[in-house]
């Protein structure tokens, strides 16, 4: 099992940017996907964007154009770069992975809040 530590959110203004991190207890060289997903209240989890081992990455449409995900091999981490943040990218941020494409997705981290308002 992979532990999950992620970092990053916070309060921004509208237009702004943040970085969030996933920082892993392990190797993520071998794992074939890794993923961020966000929940705001009331609302269904959603996959924001994911990145495979080979570096194939998937944006939901919400988002695309503003954020982009990315995954250093070296640092164990996964990043999600978030700009342009709109009130709407409001919620808790949760990374996760696959270990194989048949898997499913794992255990969920704390999260980390990322709140958009002026």
């Known amino acids: 099992q992979v532990h999950l530590v992620e970092s990053g959110g916070g309060l921004v203004q509208p237009g702004g940017s943040l970085r969030l991190s996933c920082a892993t207890s392990g190797s993520i060289f071998s794992i074939y996907a890794m993923g961020w997903y966000r929940q705001a209240p009331g609302k269904l989890r959603e996959l924001v964007a994911s990145?495979?081992?080979?570096?194939?990455?998937n944006i939901a449409d919400s988002v695309k154009g503003r954020f982009a995900i990315s995954r250093d091999n070296a640092k164990n981490t996964v990043y999600l770069q978030m700009n342009s943040l709109k009130p709407e990218d409001t919620a808790v941020y949760y990374c996760?992975?696959?270990?194989?494409?048949?898997?499913?997705?794992?255990?969920w981290g704390q999260g980390t809040q990322v709140t958009v308002s002026s």
């Open positions: 990145i495979t081992s080979g570096g194939n990455t």
């Open positions: 996760n992975y696959k270990l194989t494409s048949l898997a499913s997705w794992g255990s």
